[in-house]
Structures are given as structure tokens and as C-alpha cells.
């Protein structure tokens, strides 16, 4: 049982570290936490719904698509919401402010599109579980857990052996040097968000397979928030470790009978709190100043 349950813990945290890994990208180079990845999360489950439903593709089809679809996404929100404000030297306020008003007017496009009904997605495999060394496992949960290692390991590449990768951590120092060096600070913004903005797409596809689709579907970016804060904020490594033990933290609180489902939010929400007072800078994170 203790098994299982680290394994479903892992599964669900894979999810949380895709998220999570978004937002401490966005932190590293503009150093504010990026709501409106929440709306790009819910845009993209919709659209992996209508990809896979109207156009009859299968799940790899489907979630490139929906990867694509993701990445489109967040670099028109950069360009719309935050790069007039990054010309100007607006305040971080203002950049919360843009985040949370690009997240809703997304969720809000949502419903007048699709109303309040709820939807479901279609039934890409036959089985929805297998057993393996003696352990239940679901198929998505399977598909969620190899996808993330796969796109995470990826991500890591292009961080740290491309020059898109140099031109991103070199953009996380110092904006001003890198610029003056030569290095397109607008491309290489632009492409983060992209970078953001698929694995958004991959982490709404299975926020849509594993829940009911609703316009409100992107307040689970919360969950990756955390994590990202438990971790570090801007710490990559740290947000995924962050994202796994909220995932293992989640299931066993689910699991204990006076916590269960309902109350286990606020029992998470309590431990960030005093993980915070303990530790602000995060597992494997350091002290950050938020963009002035």
C-alpha cells in the first residue's frame, strides 16, 4: 500500500513539476511569478478536448498539437501583457496585476465559448490500468510520469547545452550585460515563454484526462505554484523536487481518513506556510529580490 501510494504520488507530481518548472523559467529571467500560465493551462485542455474529439486524433497527435497550440499562447501573452511593461521598467505589481488579468480574461473566453458545461475527453486507450510487480497502475498515470521525464529531460538539455539555453541563463543575471553583449533579449524572452507555453500544453492535456474540463480548470495552477515555492523559486531542479514531494504529500493526505479529499488543501497550504517561515528561499532555492 505504501508503494502504491508513492507511486501514484510520483505520477501526480510529474504533473505538478511540468507546471512548476514553468513558472521558475518565467521567475529566472523576469523574476515575478506568471499567473496567466493558469489560463494558458485551460485554453490548452480545451483545445487538446476539441483536437482529439473534432479531428479524431490519437494522444500523440493530439498532445504536439496541444504543445504547439500551448507555446503560441504564452508568447502572445508576453507580447501583449508584459513586454510594454518590461520597456517601461514598470513596477512588480503591475506585472501581477497584467498575470492575473491575462489568466481570467483566458478562463472568461472559455466560458463564453463553451458555456459552464463540463466536459470530458475521449477514450484513447482500451485499458485504463495495468499491473506491474504487483502494482495498480493507470495508464495515464503511466503516460503522465514517462511524458514528464521525457519533456523535463529535454528542457534540461536545451538549458544547458544550446545557446538558446546560455542566452536564457545568461538573461537570468543580468538583463542589461546580456543585452549589451549582443543577445536579443526580446527572441530570447519570447522563446522562453514558448518553451512555457508547451509544457503548459502537455500538462492540459492531462489535467483534461484526468479531470472533467470546466473554465476554471487553470486554478490547479496553484498546485504548481507551490511546488515551485517549496522547491525555490527560479530553481528548476528545486521546483521539480518541490512538484514531487507535493504530489507523494497529496496522495498520503488524501488517503488518511479525518483528512481526506477536502481538507488536504489546507492541510498543504499550512505546511507551505510554515515551510516559508522556516525556509523562504525553498529546498534547493536562494533568497531572490522580485523584480523593482
Not at 66 to 75: K, N
Not at 148 to 162: D, N, Q, R
Not at 170 to 196: C, K, P, Q, R
Request: proline letters at 2%; hydrophobic letters at 55%.
Amino acid at each position: 500500500m505504501l508503494i502504491q501510494q508513492l507511486l501514484n504520488g510520483i505520477s501526480l507530481g510529474a504533473v505538478y513539476a511540468i507546471i512548476a518548472v514553468g513558472f521558475a523559467l518565467v521567475f529566472n529571467i523576469l523574476k515575478f511569478s506568471n499567473f496567466s500560465h493558469g489560463g494558458v493551462l485551460t485554453v490548452t485542455a480545451y483545445a487538446g478536448f476539441l483536437i482529439s474529439s473534432k479531428l479524431n486524433l490519437g494522444f500523440v497527435p493530439t498532445i504536439l498539437l496541444t504543445a504547439v497550440a500551448g507555446g503560441l499562447i504564452a508568447m502572445g501573452i508576453e507580447r501583449v501583457a508584459f513586454r510594454r511593461l518590461r520597456k517601461k521598467g514598470s513596477p512588480i505589481i503591475l506585472y501581477f496585476v497584467s498575470s492575473i488579468t491575462m489568466g481570467m480574461l483566458l478562463e472568461n473566453l472559455i466560458t463564453v465559448f463553451f458555456s459552464s458545461n463540463f466536459y470530458s475527453y475521449p477514450k484513447f486507450f482500451e485499458k485504463s490500468s495495468f499491473t506491474i510487480f504487483g502494482l495498480n497502475m493507470a495508464v495515464t498515470d503511466a503516460l503522465m510520469l514517462i511524458i514528464s521525464i521525457v519533456s523535463l529531460t529535454i528542457l534540461m538539455v536545451v538549458i544547458y547545452k544550446t545557446r538558446l539555453g546560455i542566452a536564457i541563463r545568461a538573461l537570468s543575471m543580468d538583463t542589461n550585460t546580456t543585452s549589451l553583449m549582443g543577445i536579443n533579449v526580446n527572441a530570447v524572452i519570447a522563446a522562453t515563454f514558448f518553451v512555457v507555453g508547451c509544457l503548459g500544453g502537455i500538462a492540459g492535456v492531462f489535467l483534461g484526462l484526468n479531470y472533467t474540463l470546466y473554465p476554471q480548470l487553470g486554478q490547479l495552477i496553484v498546485k504548481g505554484f507551490i511546488a515551485s515555492v517549496l522547491g525555490g523559486l527560479g530553481n528548476l531542479f528545486g521546483a521539480v523536487l518541490g512538484a514531487i514531494l507535493l504530489g507523494v504529500l497529496e496522495v498520503t493526505l488524501t488517503n488518511i481518513p479525518f483528512i481526506g479529499a477536502g481538507l488536504s488543501p489546507v492541510v498543504i497550504f499550512v505546511i507551505m506556510l510554515i515551510f516559508l517561515i522556516l525556509r523562504p528561499q525553498g529546498i534547493a532555492g536562494k533568497i531572490v529580490h522580485e523584480k523593482a
